[in-house]
């Protein structure tokens, strides 16, 4: 069981920044990923990184705005969010993939264990 603490949502105007962060019990490497949920619509994946840091792949609509790194001395994983517009207004989840694929799932089946989620909120 992979237990994962999610912190740094909260309120932002639109063209502000947040870092979102991931922490993961344990000491294996895994590959890990953002998704996010908007009310009334359905989880949609955003960023991920596998296991060894080595690739990231992002949804077309953050492409360029956010950045996702990890850290794996800490099994922690960070979402850096630029640019933010109202329309990234969401739950931020964050997940993990046990498979050590190399390289990065994009759907939610490709992802074993989910954190609690964290509110990110962007006024226009």
């Known amino acids: 069981q992979v237990q994962l603490v999610e912190s740094g949502g909260g309120l932002v105007q639109a063209g502000g920044s947040l870092r979102l962060s991931c922490a993961a019990s344990?000491?294996?490497?895994?590959?890990m990923g953002w998704f996010r949920q908007a009310p009334g619509k359905e989880r949609e994946f955003v960023a991920g990184?596998?296991?060894?840091?080595?690739?990231?792949y992002y949804a077309t609509s953050v492409k360029g705005r956010f950045g996702i790194s990890r850290d794996n001395a800490k099994n922690t994983v960070y979402l850096q969010m630029n640019s933010l517009k109202p329309e990234d207004t969401a739950v931020y989840y964050c997940?993990?993939?046990?498979?050590?694929?190399?390289?990065?799932?994009?759907?939610?089946?490709?992802?074993?264990?989910w954190g609690q989620g964290t509110q990110v909120t962007v006024s226009s």
């Open positions: 997940a993990v993939d046990r498979s050590m694929r190399t390289f990065v799932g994009v759907g939610i089946s490709d992802y074993d264990y």
């Open positions: 344990g000491r294996s490497l895994y590959g």
């Open positions: 990184i596998i296991w060894s840091g080595g690739l990231t």
